[in-house]
T-cell receptor, first 115, second 113 residues
């Protein structure tokens, strides 16, 4: 079956540009997460959705970062006025539900390079 | 706040040799612990997880991990490493809530013939 997909896989942006990263979770998965993985680091939590509700956005590094999941399926992570420090791999993960500690299924990530 | 330490940034083992990757966590209550593997160009894949019960946990691909509360450790082991095991391994701890996890910085495993 289809796993979590992300697009684009690679994105190069000039500093100051806005970017939008898309995540297609596994169909029917309630929980959706975004992580940021800098070079040589582990993934760091950005935000969490339960269906369309964004229940935790404590990891978003600044107000330039915005995420949405309007219909409880596809999610978009938007970064406004990109900066060089935003260069990283952005990972999306989904899980069946939030009621118990289920496995998170990760997508391949979007590698963002800000010049 | 919860945290995870993976003290080994890079480990090299010979194919067929045994493997142990170290992980120490910091968390006030009983932790939810995970090991993930990340191969180049691939997403993270769950190897195993510990919530409660038996402290020796079996995972996929022949991996196991042992939870030791007294040492705040959750080391990953494999008796005989295969070349395909070369990847980066991440230990993670969850807070028992809605699955928010904190990852370590990873250990990159190199396997030599």
């Amino acid at each position: 079956g289809a796993g979590v997909s992300q697009s684009p896989r690679y994105k190069v942006a000039k500093r100051g540009q806005d970017v939008a990263l898309r995540c297609d979770p596994i169909s029917g998965h309630v929980s959706l997460f975004w992580y940021q993985q800098a070079l040589g680091q582990g993934p760091e939590f950005l935000t969490y959705f339960q269906n369309e509700a964004q229940l935790d956005k404590s990891g978003l590094p600044s107000d330039r970062f915005f995420a949405e999941r309007p219909e409880g399926s596809v999610s978009t992570l938007k970064i406004q006025r990109t900066q060089q420090e935003d260069s990283a791999v952005y990972l999306c993960a989904s899980s069946t539900d939030s009621a118990s500690y289920n496995e998170q299924f990760f997508g391949p990530g979007t590698r963002l390079t800000v010049l | 706040a919860q945290s995870v330490t993976q003290p080994d940034i890079h480990i090299t083992v010979s194919e067929g040799a045994s493997l142990e990757l170290r992980c120490n966590y910091s968390y006030g209550a009983t932790p939810y612990l995970f090991w993930y593997v990340q191969s180049p160009g691939q997403g993270l894949q769950l190897l195993l997880k510990y919530f409660s019960g038996d402290t020796l946990v079996q995972g996929i691909k022949g991996f196991e991990a042992e939870f030791k509360r007294s040492q705040s450790s959750f080391n990953l082991r494999k008796p005989s490493v295969h070349w395909s095991d070369a990847a980066e391994y991440f230990c993670a701890v969850g807070d028992g809530g809605y699955q928010k996890v904190t990852f370590g910085t990873g250990t990159k495993l190199q396997v030599i013939p």
